[in-house]
């Protein structure tokens, strides 16, 4: 019997050694602040040299595309030229399989004044009928300036379309930020990339320096003119500076970067929706108003109850601050969206609400079981480890004080994906502990990649920018709330 005791102490020993070492292994999945250290120093922006304009007379720059319709049939074409002439405002584009039948598309043009700054003149020609699934060309410029692009239309929607998006958040334009590009392209998985905010960062600099959106458009060309970028606005895209006699909110963003708003019924671009392959999509503003029988208020409620989830089984929020937050940088920033819109996202079922703001990643969820090891000699708990859970706090009111989230299998996944490489540096001061709802978070750039496989799973990864390669530093499968609402914790 002592033999076996002894056998068993050991085992235990063993077990316990493993999970201390191993702690994302198959032994556990307990919520984790990553202990990976990244230096805390702001990514200096690269020199406006590191992104020259196009070579030829008027050459169009700044390519960008989105999608331009609700469905998926249409895009928005957007592109910046010097000089205003017939030329300049023509798209040409053609099937890949059929390059003798050539369209053409005449864009709308548009310009602003910011302080001592004038842009040059930004194009925006929306293209319909085209067909789901296929790869087009598309050409751009005149003579010695043309400049020849392609894209792929996302599929029909429908409920077991795979689909791959990207997510980033919180750009800018520094030596990190090209990281995090750099790796994203490097990924060749993403089909369109989900963008939850703050582009340029133009309003770090004196005077709001408006040539950081020219260098922001050159700088994301190599991606965004190939596959179609979904917008959302973040605070630095309010550019406000009544010290220069600038009060117009999102003059330059609302320029310079359209969506097909008014397809979804909204009034205004900072909130819309569309669908995309497997995905319906809601792009939110989380600086505008949207308390009760506001326009986003009254556009979003209607908006959730046309969402069919027989086409488009995987329902996405997008928004700028995040709605649940262990990070002291801007920690509840987002609270009272989250009050007005929580009970919404549980009665619909969103799957997966996105933000970016913080500049540090955080993913709720930890969908593994929960293991206890125990010592057989005395029965004792030796290690156990802490399960996080869907949550929700919709119970709270002023009056009644249940303040404290509870476990909702109808609550949705959140993201905090706001760590693209800005100039602002990382925000590296978690609350300790770490709460019930955060499963992974880590003070470190990046990208993430969201593999809608079908209507029920999605693979789900977030990749460290590691030294010169993309660190896959965190995984995870998400199960849909309205085909598969499991309990992760039984699974």
């Known amino acids: 019997?002592?033999?076996?005791?002894?056998?068993?102490?050991?085992?235990?020993?063993i077990l316990s050694i493993l999970i201390c070492i191993a702690p994302n292994n198959i032994f556990c999945h307990a919520a984790k602040t990553s202990g990976y250290t990244r230096s805390t120093n702001a990514s200096a922006d690269m020199p406006a040299e590191a992104?020259?304009?196009?070579?030829g007379f008027n050459a169009p720059e700044q390519v960008h595309i989105t999608q331009g319709d609700c469905g998926g049939r249409g895009l928005i074409i957007s592109w910046v030229t010097p000089y205003k002439n017939d030329y300049a405002s023509i798209v040409r584009y053609w099937?890949?399989?059929?390059?003798?039948?050539?369209?053409?598309a005449r864009s709308r043009v548009y310009t602003y004044s910011y302080y001592n700054y004038t842009s040059g003149f930004i194009h925006h020609a929306t293209i319909h009928k085209l067909e789901h699934d296929t790869?087009?060309?598309y050409e751009l410029g005149h003579g010695d300036s043309i400049r020849q692009f392609s894209f792929t239309t996302p599929p029909k929607p429908g409920p077991n379309v795979p689909y791959t998006f990207g997510i980033m958040g919180d750009l800018g334009q520094t030596y990190a930020s090209n990281s995090t590009l750099g790796h994203y392209m490097a990924n060749k998985k993403g089909q369109a990339v989900l963008f939850v905010g703050d582009l340029s960062y133009a309003d770090n600099w004196p005077l709001h320096d408006q040539r950081k959106w020219d260098t922001w458009g050159r700088f994301t060309e190599n991606s965004a003119a190939y596959q179609a970028w979904i917008w959302t606005a973040g605070n630095h895209e309010l550019d406000v500076a009544p010290e220069i006699n600038e009060y117009v909110p999102f003059k330059a963003y609302k320029h310079r970067y359209h969506v097909p708003y008014k397809s979804s019924g909204s009034t205004s671009p900072l909130w819309y929706s569309i669908k995309r392959g497997p995905a319906h999509i809601i792009v939110l503003s989380s600086y505008s108003a949207f308390t009760k029988y506001t326009a986003q208020y009254n556009w979003l409620e209607a908006e959730l109850k046309k969402v069919n989830r027989h086409e488009t089984p995987w329902l996405i929020v997008m928004m700028h601050a995040p709605l649940y937050n262990s990070d002291n940088y801007h920690y509840m920033e987002g609270e009272s969206m989250r009050v007005i819109f929580e009970p919404w996202f549980v009665q619909h079922k969103v799957d997966l609400v996105l933000a970016g703001h913080v500049h540090a990643y955080e993913r709720s969820v930890s969908p593994r079981l929960n293991y206890t090891i125990v010592c057989s000699i005395s029965c004792a708990k030796l290690l156990s480890y802490r399960q996080t859970e869907r949550i929700s706090n919709?119970?709270?009111?002023?009056?009644?004080g249940q303040c404290t989230p509870i476990k909702d299998q109808n609550a949705p996944v959140y993201l905090?994906?706001?760590?693209?490489?800005?100039?602002?540096?990382?925000?590296?001061?978690?609350?300790?502990p770490q709460p019930s709802y955060s499963a992974y978070r880590e003070a470190s750039f990046g990208h993430a990649v969201l593999e809608i496989k079908n209507q029920t799973h999605a693979f789900y990864t977030w990749h460290r920018n590691q030294d010169h390669e993309a660190v896959a530093a965190d995984s995870t499968w998400f199960y849909n709330r309205f085909w598969f609402p499991k309990d992760e914790s039984s699974l």
Do not use: R, W
């Open 1 to 13: 019997m002592a033999s076996n005791n002894n056998l068993a102490s050991y085992i235990c020993i």
């Open 95 to 104: 099937k890949a399989c059929d390059p003798k039948h050539v369209f053409k």
């Open 135 to 137: 790869k087009y060309i």
């Open 51 to 55: 992104f020259p304009a196009p070579p």
């Open 416 to 432: 905090t994906v706001g760590d693209g490489g800005n100039i602002e540096g990382l925000a590296n001061n978690f609350i300790e």
């Open 394 to 400: 919709i119970q709270y009111n002023i009056t009644n």
